[in-house]
């Protein structure tokens, strides 16, 4: 079945230094891709998505493109904030699927 | 919009009681779902409604049972809570946007059954 992997935390960087966050995935149709953002105490809000092979989504100095040959959506961001500190969660779905399957989530705190 | 909200925020059981996890969303989504987070495994879908009247079992619906009556409202029922339903448990609702979907999520219920 569908699935997505996202690589294991919790990460912990200085301000203003770069941020990746790797998520491969695995799936039989085309999929969606998302990355959501989880603050301490909310629900999760979507940071961004891409829909199609090489998309790039991008939202609040965050990017992430749609590799298809590497089934890969890294996120990434150039100088990180200590307002960034969050949990991101990669997740997938496929348009005829009622499913969005989820990482386990990256937990990011950035010290000032 | 208020979005989706979920009541109550925090909640203790002790095992075998039962109680009701409310969710409502006001963008006349038709899509809604639950949710439960636990560390180190993301959110998994316990159950689904694609449409009032329409429920579907998701990945883990073992323990919960779900009524979808109006557009607006989708509870969670658990019928005798088990320690093992300690959880994060989120609504969402989504729409359908091109090719894709928007899933919007509610704030989350923190349950402990002791």
């Known amino acids: 079945g569908d699935s997505v992997t996202q690589m294991e935390g919790p990460v912990t960087l200085s301000e203003e230094a770069f941020l990746t966050i790797n998520c491969t995935y695995t799936a039989t149709g085309y999929p969606s891709l998302f990355w959501y953002v989880q603050y301490p105490g909310e629900g999760l809000q979507l940071l961004l998505k891409a829909t199609k092979a090489d998309d790039k989504g991008s939202n609040k100095g965050f990017e992430a493109t749609y590799r298809k040959e590497t089934t890969s959506f890294h996120l990434e961001k150039g100088s990180v904030q200590v307002s960034d500190s969050a949990v991101y969660f990669c997740?997938?779905?496929?348009?005829?699927?009622?499913?969005?399957?989820f990482g386990a989530g990256t937990r990011l705190t950035v010290k000032p | 919009n208020a979005g989706v909200t979920q009541t109550p925020k925090f909640q203790v059981l002790k095992t075998g009681q039962s109680m009701t996890l409310q969710c409502a969303q006001d963008m006349n989504h038709e899509y809604m779902s639950w949710y439960r987070q636990d560390p180190g495994m993301g959110l998994r879908l316990i159950h689904y409604s694609v449409g009032a009247g329409i429920t579907d079992q998701g990945e883990v619906p073992n323990g919960y049972n779900v009524s979808r009556s109006t557009t607006e409202d989708f509870p969670l029922r658990l019928l005798s809570a088990a320690p093992s339903q300690t959880s994060v448990y989120f609504c969402a609702s989504r729409i359908k946007t091109g090719s894709s979907y928007e899933q919007y999520f509610g704030p989350g219920t923190r349950l402990t059954v002791t």
């Open positions: 997740a997938l779905t496929t348009y005829n699927n009622n499913d969005m399957r």
